[in-house]
């Protein structure tokens, strides 16, 4: 399909006896807005190291944009195009959200690593950078090391680290993860903003952030598919509803 930009057929993951992932179909369409949900141990986290080259699978395929992408290294599937929110290392802890940015930004561009020069004889790295930060109203505290930030303005960090790598697929991984109430909204926000040609895929426990965000979700129970379909057509699925309740959690939105 032409208009499918991620595509996984048939992906199965076995971990000795353990079929972590079974024989998952999942098409993104451009510019998607499509969560992944499904109760603790579904095997969303599996999926998403089998999209990013983390895991490889036992069998099934990958493409992007119609290329074949099942054996390609991580790092090369950044270049292509697909990147995933993650959590901030070492590497930046003692470094501030500005610097961080001009880093990703300036490789990016093949600058390597000539942020530590001033970053205004960097034109064009300066000015991507302050559209980041004020996209992800980081700019009160672009000179702050990302060690000491509001738990909540490191997840918006996150995001912005991937958004710098000019993503054309965005899997979004649990955005709003152990972040305080008060700190959610700037988050929703955020999300709700992401530029429209930008694919992204949601990973996400918070109904609340994926009823408003999704156009369409797929529904993963131990490894399997169990449904797919508009975010109403989720939320009426009884067979949705018998699995959370089994699990103790709640698909239900306000």
Not at 207 to 231: C, H, I, Q, W, Y
Request: glycine fraction near 8%.
């Amino acid at each position: 399909m032409a208009d499918t930009v991620l595509a996984c057929e048939g992906l199965v993951k076995r971990f000795g006896g353990i079929t972590a992932t079974n024989n998952v179909t999942l098409r993104l369409q451009r510019g998607a807005r499509h969560a992944l949900i499904g109760p603790n141990g579904a095997g969303k986290t599996t999926l998403i190291n089998l999209l990013t080259g983390v895991l490889e699978p036992t069998s099934g395929r990958i493409t992007l944009d119609g290329d074949d992408i099942t054996k390609l290294a991580p790092h090369r599937r950044v270049r292509r195009g697909m990147v995933r929110t993650f959590q901030i290392n070492q590497l930046f802890a003692s470094m501030t959200p500005l610097q961080t940015l001009a880093l990703v930004v300036s490789q990016q561009r093949g600058l390597g690593n000539r942020f530590w020069q001033k970053l205004g004889q960097e034109r064009e790295v300066a000015e991507r950078c302050e559209q980041l930060l004020a996209q992800f109203r980081l700019a009160e505290v672009m000179d702050v090391p990302t060690e000491v930030l509001a738990y909540g303005k490191r997840r918006l960090l996150e995001i912005a680290i991937a958004l710098a790598c000019e993503p054309r697929v965005l899997l979004l991984d649990e955005p709003v993860a152990g972040v305080p109430a008060g700190e959610r909204e700037e988050i929703l926000q955020t999300v709700a903003a992401l530029p429209a040609d930008v694919s992204v895929l949601l990973i996400e426990h918070d109904m609340d952030l994926v009823f408003s965000f999704a156009k369409r979700m797929t529904v993963l129970v131990n490894g399997t598919v169990l449904t797919e379909g508009s975010p109403e057509e989720i939320a009426s699925d009884p067979r949705v509803k018998e699995v959370y309740l089994g699990h103790g959690e709640e698909v239900a939105h306000g």
